[in-house]
């Protein structure tokens, strides 16, 4: 079954006798966001291995023994696959052969209309997709609006006018500005636009601050697909590379307190000004994965690279890239 945009979240909150739930698209956020909404709905918890089994895609062969698994202590069994694609389509095949009644939720990137995976779980009686896309500009304004006034917060309209032309990218950008603007103005409060100078910074920022959380925490991919956003969307690779640096000094100050005694949550909580809720669990991450040698020469590799991309000749863009992805790598081997 093809789920219709307008009734996806109706699905989501009762997927009925639906065995097979892919969530794809090119915004990854909304995808991941349902994904785990939906898992924990079902399995009550997305700490109980008991009711919730998480795969990788390389452990697709996983699913019909799965499928067929009992959840301990009565309800249903969900399994949550991750970056799945068409290679995966005969695991899917043999669970859904089965008898069981577990829900599986898959995710993937943006499929096209050919992808067989993606027909196998709009055509399949037992089955259900539901694309994400990224919010198109005329619908920030609005989603943003509706989100502060949902938390109470009005909005001038030349400020939403001023924020709509700030926001980009997935929908956990707009997510998080939305976030932002409702702490900076309080209870009740009214957004100006000096109010949106002063919390929302220009085109690019959400996704740069991805793609440097990516990278710190040691997900290449991700951090490949946020570069790319914030550069698409306007982010210079200059200031990606800037702020990259201001995080790896704040890392730094963390990698200290935690050489004196501070476990890596308490040390995070440190900083100021205060990392953002969203933003926590891959600062935390990454403060368990550096160390202070490994943090100084990560911010002289950032120097020499932010010296090359004003050479004559350069391609910057694939300097700040190649820059993230080092660190990345660098990350994911320390984990």
């Known amino acids: 079954m093809k789920v219709d945009a307008r009734q996806a979240e109706r699905f989501l909150a009762d997927p009925g006798a639906t065995r097979f739930v892919l969530i794809y698209g090119p915004d990854t956020s909304l995808v991941t966001d349902r994904a785990r909404a939906l898992a924990k709905r079902v399995a009550g918890s997305l700490d109980d291995p008991f009711h919730l089994a998480e795969l990788d895609a390389d452990q697709a062969d996983r699913l019909p023994e799965e499928a067929t698994a009992q959840a301990f202590g009565g309800g249903r069994k969900t399994i949550l696959i991750r970056d799945v694609g068409d290679k995966q389509v005969p695991s899917f095949e043999a669970a859904l052969a089965t008898k069981g009644d577990a829900l599986i939720i898959a995710t993937a990137g943006d499929l096209n209309g050919r992808s067989k995976l993606r027909i196998l779980a709009e055509k399949h009686g037992e089955a259900a997709a539901i694309a994400c896309y990224i919010p198109d500009a005329s619908a920030r304004g609005p989603a943003l609006e509706a989100a502060l006034r949902t938390a109470g917060i009005t909005i001038a309209r030349d400020a939403l006018t001023l924020a709509a032309g700030r926001l980009g990218g997935e929908s956990g950008a707009l997510a998080d500005a939305a976030e932002r603007l409702i702490l900076y103005a309080g209870p009740n409060g009214t957004i100006t636009i000096a109010d949106i100078d002063a919390v929302l910074d220009d085109q690019g920022t959400a996704s740069m601050i991805d793609a440097i959380d990516a990278a710190l925490s040691g997900n290449p991919r991700a951090a490949d697909h946020a570069i790319g956003l914030a ?78 991309c004003k050479r004559t000749g350069s391609i910057p863009e694939a300097i700040a890239r190649q820059t993230l992805l080092g660190l990345a790598q660098r990350a994911s081997h320390q984990a």
Not at 273 to 292: N, T
């Open 231 to 308: 550069i698409d969307e306007g982010a210079s690779p200059v200031a990606v590379l800037r702020v990259l640096l201001t995080e790896l000094s704040g890392l730094r100050l963390v990698a200290e307190a935690i050489a004196k005694g501070s476990n890596p949550r308490d040390a995070v909580g440190l900083r100021r000004p205060p990392v953002f809720f969203r933003r926590q669990v891959a600062v935390i991450k990454a403060a368990m994965l550096w160390r202070e040698p490994a943090i100084i020469a990560a911010i002289e590799r950032v120097l020499r690279a932010e010296a090359d």
